[in-house]
T-cell receptor, first 112, second 126 residues
Framework: QKEVEQNSGPLSVPEGAIASLNCTYSDRGSQSFFWYRQYSGKSPELIMSIYSNGDKEDGRFTAQLNKASQYVSLLIRDSQPSDSATYLCAVIAPGTASKLTFGTGTRLQVTL | GAVVSQHPSRVICKSGTSVKIECRSLDFQATTMFWYRQFPKKSLMLMATSNEGSKATYEQGVEKDKFLINHASLTLSTLTVTSAHPEDSSFYIC??????????????????????FGPGTRLTVT
């Protein structure tokens, strides 16, 4: 079982819709969770971090964490074509000295 | 805030030569920096953890004598690819954790685990 799993996509949503990106992780003791956005040929950009169960909102982005289900998601409201990118879920597992473990990423396409 | 730079952004070198890549945190100090490699359409692969003032910690399968890491100050880490070969051609990305991270989660940015990435260096070995 992969440590961090994401559906590779592509996930296609129309402009203005809500995009829902999902991620599961294997280490139940993980405490820190991140969503990064990566445009083609560019490096990852931190979108959200979340540490506690529940929702965390920042502008059009909402991260949701459910530690019991080992599940973290990212919602993008009012999706724009500029949101088209690969979204990487990353987790810091306990005892790994802050090392990020990345999922393979979900490619999001926002269509006009 | 939390800006990380890398230099060069692109480099082409001949097989057998060495290439040095610099990673700088511009507006914060970082005791820990990470080096990643990313092949096309693949996710990031952690190569090593660079700690200021101590030896780097390499991930399994990464040759420490081939990928030399020096973290000479709280704002600079370098990766040198020695005797480069075409299979070393890749996108190399560094990241940094702002000083103040203690390994314990606390509220607020100074105590968080957030890593900030540099723009990456595309290495092509001919």
């Amino acid at each position: 079982q992969k440590e961090v799993e994401q559906n590779s996509g592509p996930l296609s949503v129309p402009e203005g819709a809500i995009a829902s990106l999902n991620c599961t992780y294997s280490d139940r003791g993980s405490q820190s969770f991140f969503w990064y956005r990566q445009y083609s040929g560019k490096s990852p950009e931190l979108i959200m971090s979340i540490y506690s169960n529940g929702d965390k909102e920042d502008g059009r982005f909402t991260a949701q964490l459910n530690k019991a289900s080992q599940y973290v998601s990212l919602l993008i409201r009012d999706s724009q074509p500029s949101d088209s990118a690969t979204y990487l879920c990353a987790v810091i597992a306990p005892g790994t000295a802050s090392k990020l473990t990345f999922g393979t990423g979900t490619r999001l396409q926002v269509t006009l | 805030g939390a800006v990380v730079s890398q230099h060069p952004s692109r480099v082409i070198c001949k097989s057998g030569t060495s290439v040095k890549i610099e990673c700088r945190s511009l507006d914060f100090q970082a005791t820990t920096m990470f080096w990643y490699r990313q092949f096309p359409k693949k996710s990031l692969m952690l190569m090593a953890t660079s700690n200021e003032g101590s030896k780097a910690t390499y991930e399994q399968g990464v040759e420490k004598d081939k990928f030399l890491i020096n973290h000479a100050s709280l704002t600079l880490s370098t990766l040198t690819v020695t005797s480069a070969h075409p299979e070393d051609s890749s996108f190399y990305i560094c990241s940094a954790v702002p000083l103040g991270w203690t390994g314990q989660r606390t509220s607020g940015r100074s105590g968080s685990y957030e890593q900030y990435f540099g723009p990456g260096t595309r290495l092509t070995v001919t």
